[in-house]
């Protein structure tokens, strides 16, 4: 009873500093969740992320969780589209702070798209209206097929638009991890500048570096670390570094089309094929908390996420090769320089590279 007593008085204290400093009590929103203590999330400030289908939903839960056993003091919040069911969304709104439905914003841009070999990147400039959320100042906006590893909050004290180098071209910013200002007029140019100037590959990333231009060269302080924002595949193509500082990650990317949740498990394990590019300690701690925390929520067996409208890579890979055959050995390439598997002597050598280079710059063929 005194106990009770006394934390009534320390909140009590608290909300009136907090009157006095301009805010009201709804400002502050308190969550006890996962077996952490009640903390005082800031209102203000707030990590977002967004899921289109249930499939992503998945991936937003399992990030979701992972957000709050590192103890976040930031508010969560997830965008979501028309293709997330009720039950879906009900799951959401148990892990995150705010759970908004935005409407599909599509790039309609079929030819870099199909380059890309990712069809369906073209919903990802919905991620655009996380700049609508004006009732915070300042976001960290995180893929939901990220894991958050160690607390991150830090992110917070950067400014925008801040984001870590992209390893298949470091002078352009990766869009699965940044920080930005929520802010109308923000979003209206980003509208704009996706009339006028398209994305260079279809999707948020090309559009936001085309907007963002001047990150390269700007403000070095705004060049992430990669420990924010690691590509699991990469500890197959630099294992030196990954050996030296993989243990200071504190997010993983799991990039490409073969996402955790359309993995098989057995017995609580991940039943990883061999020709898997993933770091299986990142992949097998985002299945630990998708058992521990998501699946006892879940209808479905965690060995049959398939029937959540999963649509599997292989047949992704059917319907957009047979139509482009030159899209498959593109394809093939990447996945080849992902796994640290380069042709110098063949294919991949200097001389091939150069007049790649020199057709895409001068148009020399």
């Known amino acids: 009873m005194l106990l009770n007593i006394g934390l009534n008085l320390v909140d009590t204290v608290f909300c009136s500093v907090w009157r006095f400093l301009g805010c009201q009590r709804n400002d502050v929103t308190s969550f006890q969740r996962d077996g952490i203590e009640a903390k005082y999330a800031l209102a203000d400030e707030a ?13 937003a839960l399992v990030l979701g969780h992972s957000l709050r056993i590192v103890q976040t003091s930031r508010s969560l919040v997830i965008l979501v589209t028309a293709g997330v069911t009720a039950d879906m969304r009900s799951q959401l709104a148990s892990v995150f702070d705010l759970v908004q439905e935005v409407g599909e914003i599509n790039s309609q841009d079929e030819a870099n798209l199909t380059i890309l070999t ?6 990802t400039l919905t991620k655009l209206q996380c700049w ?3 009732q915070f100042q300042k976001c960290v906006f995180l893929d939901a097929d990220t894991l958050v590893l160690r607390n991150c909050d830090e992110l917070f004290n950067r400014e925008e638009l801040s984001a870590a180098p992209d390893i298949g071209w470091p002078d352009c910013f990766n869009s699965g991890v940044f920080v930005f200002k929520p802010s109308d007029e923000t979003y209206k140019a980003l509208v704009k ?18 907007f963002f231009q001047d990150w390269a060269t700007k403000d070095i302080s705004r ?41 098989k498990v057995s017995e ?11 770091y299986s300690d990142h992949l097998q701690y985002w299945w630990d908390l998708f058992l521990s925390h998501v699946q006892p929520h879940q209808d479905i067996p965690s060995n049959d996420l398939g029937k959540i409208k999963l649509e599997l890579p292989e047949e992704r890979k059917s319907s957009v090769f047979q139509d482009h055959p030159m899209a498959l050995n593109l394809h093939s390439r990447q996945e080849a320089w992902e796994k640290g598997q380069i042709d110098y002597m063949g294919v991949d050598c200097f001389e091939n590279i150069r007049q790649k280079l020199d057709s895409k710059i001068y148009g020399i063929k």
Not at 47 to 59: C, I, M, Q
Not at 268 to 278: D, E, I, L, M, N
């Open 132 to 134: 609508k959320l004006i």
């Open 268 to 278: 609580g394990k991940v039943v990883k094929p061999h020709q898997s590019q993933y």
């Open 193 to 210: 500048c996706a009339k006028e100037k398209g994305s260079f590959d279809g999707g948020d990333q090309g559009l936001l570096n085309l």
């Open 118 to 123: 990712r069809p369906e990147l073209g919903v």
């Open 47 to 59: 990590f977002v992320t967004l899921a289109t289908d249930d499939s992503y939903s998945l991936g």
């Open 223 to 263: 060049h992430l670390s990669f420990l924010y924002n690691m590509n699991s595949n990469a500890c197959y193509t630099y294992l030196p570094a990954f050996k030296r500082f993989g243990n200071e990650v504190k997010i993983v990317h799991f990039l490409g089309e073969m996402k955790p949740w359309m993995y």
